[in-house]
């Protein structure tokens, strides 16, 4: 954020009166919201930091990445057959 006065925005979040200030990125005149990351139960929230990495299970990783690579040598071998291009086996 540039300037903190011009990217954040006031609201009312209650009908009592309280007001509270959230952080924005102005971009071409329209206010994007700027969100902490973080993780946990329900009912709690730990943000994430530099000390504080998201915690990630191997296998789920590497479940996840194989998914993606099956998946991208599915898409790669509908536009070979989509461009009429001639695959070798090392670029599957």
Partial sequence: ???KTTDNVRIKPTEKG????VA???VGGVHYPVYKL???????????????????SD??????????LKQLKIMN????LM???TLTR???
């Fill in 1 to 3: 954020m540039s300037d």
């Fill in 18 to 21: 309280e007001t509270a200030w």
């Fill in 77 to 80: 071998m509908q536009l070979s």
């Fill in 38 to 56: 973080a993780y946990g139960q329900d009912g709690d929230a730990a943000l994430l930091s530099h000390s504080s990495k998201l915690p990630v």
């Fill in 24 to 26: 924005t990125d102005v």
């Fill in 59 to 68: 296998s789920y990783t590497v479940d996840v990445l194989g998914q993606i």
């Fill in 83 to 85: 461009t009429d291009t």
């Fill in 90 to 92: 090392e670029d599957i």
